[in-house]
């Protein structure tokens, strides 16, 4: 059994929007705290991932995350790595300053950092209390101790290897993954490409519709594989935009699948650039400047928590008395299998519980972000990088 090489007071696995948030939170609160992250690097499905923008942090002019999500968001801008759109709450941002803000601010809260350290395993009470993770990492396999600990890998894997219960799937297939890439030498100046770069209604990212629309038509013909959108964000550089049209249906939280899609997804991003490329004048001279570490994943495991988070409490925004971050994206539901999604825009901002953060019967464990206790439907709106923000704020305090 491996010695437990330090403790801490709080524990934070993964080092994306909702475990840094969670993770600089806790220690600013007076905690010794670890993050815990398994590239060189913080910032998840936004830095690894390119997912672009953040969103969604205001509603209709309302700030609904605030915090230090919204002081991280202010920081990068100052930096020069952000745009914020205030009246539409989303963020545009730069990746590679994205990751260094995040880590300014992690290591100036005093936050301990664990890099390139692979979460294999957890050492349990029979109570069902964590005494430790094992991680593994360059200096080989180690036991971190603490007194608390943070799920924080979007996936769920603390919770599922302490025996977490999961939500049942309700019969329907996951959400598809995408691999998000970024094209140079754009001519963003073009009205479909000026409309499809900026955001309508709560901001949401628009796809651009004729170009959809002549995707669809030349599918066959072009030899264009399934896809989505196309969604082009714009980035803080002229001429270029991150592009998000790729997609195959995939298990990410199993490591078969997981490596299947990677490639199916890497094989799509060149060949959607060059179709890109060959048929529209705005990307006649563009080239792929970038393609994201990892492919973005956005479904897989959510626990069975003290309370599930209904699609009926989410559209009609229930103010549970145990409330501690809020929701605004809409429901945002992409088909596996197909071009298409199911939107629907939110009256009003939602609510999360407390509740929804933790399981029954698993003490000093709690969770953020992309795995918390929803359902499919209320989860599609919380799975955004602004919610896990929240949610990663809230299990930190």
């Known amino acids: 059994m491996d010695k437990i090489s330090a403790s801490y007071d709080v524990v934070v696995c993964g080092g994306g929007p909702a475990g840094f948030i969670a993770a600089i939170t806790a220690a600013r609160s007076g905690a010794s705290t670890a993050l815990v992250e398994r590239y060189g690097f913080l910032g998840g499905m936004a830095t690894a991932g390119i997912v672009a923008p953040l969103s969604v942090f205001t ?20 930096m020069g790595g952000a745009l914020i759109e205030k009246p539409l709450g989303n963020v545009a941002f730069e990746p590679e300053l994205y990751k260094l803000c995040c880590q300014r601010m992690v290591l100036e809260a005093g936050v ?15 109570d069902g209390r964590i005494e430790a993770i094992l991680v593994c990492n360059k200096s080989g396999t180690e036991a971190i101790g603490g007194k608390v600990f943070i799920d924080c890998t979007g996936d769920g894997d603390l919770a599922a290897m302490a025996g977490v219960p999961m939500q049942p799937d309700e019969g329907k297939p996951l959400q598809p993954l995408s691999t998000y890439f970024v094209l140079s030498g754009v001519d963003t100046s073009t009205p479909r490409l000026q409309t499809a770069m ?9 796809q651009c519709e004729e170009i959809r629309a002549e995707l669809l038509a030349h599918k066959e013909e072009w030899g264009i594989p399934e896809f989505g959108g196309p969604w082009f964000c714009t980035t803080l550089q002229p001429g270029v935009v991150t592009v998000n049209m790729t997609r195959t249906a995939a298990n990410a939280a199993d490591n078969a699948d997981l490596t299947r899609a990677e490639c199916e997804l890497r094989e799509q991003v060149f060949q959607m650039a060059r179709v890109l490329k060959e048929h529209f004048p705005e990307f ?31 559209v009609n ?10 929701g605004a994206h809409p429901i945002d ?12 825009f939110l009256k009003t901002p939602a609510y999360v519980p407390y509740r929804a953060l933790y399981a029954p019967g698993f003490g000093n464990l709690l969770v953020a972000g992309r795995c918390i206790s929803a359902d499919k439907t209320a989860f599609a709106s919380l799975r955004v990088q602004a919610s896990c923000m929240g949610t990663g704020q809230a299990a930190g305090a």
């Open 198 to 206: 900026h955001h309508n209604r709560q901001g949401v990212n628009c």
């Open 317 to 326: 925004a229930f103010r549970y008395p145990d409330s501690v971050s809020r």
């Open 284 to 314: 006649s001279r563009s080239y792929v400047s970038a393609v994201a570490v990892q492919a973005g994943v956005r479904e897989t495991r959510r626990i069975k928590g003290a309370h599930t988070i209904t699609a009926d409490e989410y």
């Open 59 to 78: 509603y209709n002019g309302e700030k609904v995350i605030g915090g230090i999500p919204w002081e991280f968001c202010e920081r990068l801008q100052a």
């Open 112 to 126: 301990t950092l664990h890099l390139h350290s692979w979460l294999s395993g957890v050492r349990t009470t029979p």
């Open 333 to 344: 539901i992409h088909v596996a299998k197909g071009a298409s999604q199911n939107v629907t």
